[in-house]
């Protein structure tokens, strides 16, 4: 026999399911595709509502699928282009080889260079090592990536934010992770001349991250997009001193020889 309070109980949970639609497993991979869907597409509605739902280990599954992904297109770009992995080295190094500084050099030089790149490995095995190696190499720039971003969070996030507390090294390293998936972006646009396609998708990669910066700890765009080039222009300016500090010291010791 069913009671009034009963009644309301089903009621109650009849329209939440009408109002939040049948609760869905969704798998792993059909998870990841709607993410990197939505991250390139919505990124905003994606870092305001999907993002705090996603786990540490999916938002990293997302960012190392997307760049292997990548890696997989690029080759493929390559295939169609005929091109491969050496043939960089070789426009650079007849590039090289047109400057007058280089005209003196053997051809020794260039010759044992082509012989070691010949015996080394094989055009496809150069390819499939590149596509194998991607995810270690992408997990690395990841962690180092998130690590640098923090320390400028340090400084550019108020204390008196609130979302000061969510400024930890598990948090950069998801944002940075989900914005990898702009390599797919360079990734597509690869068949554009003149590295273009790498110029769209390192926009892209900025953008991401300013937009997840913004969103996730509540600061002005402004504020996202210096906290991303922070790093390197501290780093510029550390490399700028060293060097001069160099050039000063090399140039005393040259004083010092003409003055004694």
Known sequence: METPESNNQQSSTSEEMNQTGPVENTGLVKQLLQD???V???PTTFFKTRYEKASFNQSLALGLAATWIAAFLDWVTRSIKHESLMDSFHRIKSQLKSLP?????PDDIWAQGDQASQNFLPTWGMEGLKMLLTPFNSIFLIFINALIFWAAAL???DKNNPARKSVTLNELIK?????YTSALVGSIFGFLPLSLGSMIGWVYHIALLVIGFSIRFNISRLRGLVMVFLPTIALIMIAGCFIGFLFAIVGAIVS???HS
């Open 155 to 157: 400084i550019l996030v």
């Open 101 to 105: 500084i280089w005209k003196d050099l």
């Open 175 to 179: 944002i940075t992770a989900i914005a």
């Open 40 to 42: 390139l597409t919505e």
């Open 36 to 38: 990197g869907y939505s």
């Open 256 to 258: 010092s020889l003409f």
